[in-house]
């Protein structure tokens, strides 16, 4: 069975740090991108970070850029988002994504064509 599990949520204060995993299993995706998305209480699921295959480029939703990076390790079939200066606006429910384009990340709606989610894992972030 081919998933994505998130893991890395947790509790944080506002200015804290986290950094977020999502680990895929029953095969690699080492020549897909990976997205992040973060869905906040009573709100649509809106775009994070995408990183294309062998982190050629990186794409960032404006709200998190400077403050997030997305990384990849494809050896470990493990990706990252690693969130720094948290604001309890970035509290959420976070997902990763794949897909075999990167462009489906950076073009509107971000979200177009992508095949796998994971369950997604929660942030919390208090003031």
């Not at 997205?35 to 062998?54: D, L, M, N």
């Not at 990076?69 to 494809?74: A, C, K, L």
């Amino acid at each position: 069975q081919v998933r994505l599990v998130e893991s890395g949520g947790g509790l944080v204060q506002a200015g804290g740090s986290l950094r977020l995993s999502c680990t895929a299993s029953g095969r690699t995706f080492d020549t897909y991108a990976v997205g992040w998305f973060r869905q906040a209480s009573g709100k649509e699921r809106e775009f994070v970070a995408a990183i294309s295959r062998a982190s050629l480029s990186t794409y960032y939703a404006d709200s998190v850029k400077g403050r997030f990076t997305i990384s990849r390790n494809d050896d470990e079939n493990t990706y990252y988002l690693q969130m720094n200066n948290l604001k309890p606006e970035d509290a959420a429910v976070y997902y990763c994504t794949t897909s075999q384009y990167y462009a489906n990340y950076v073009q509107t709606p971000h979200n177009r064509d992508l095949e796998l989610w994971g369950q997604g894992t929660l942030v919390t972030v208090s003031s």
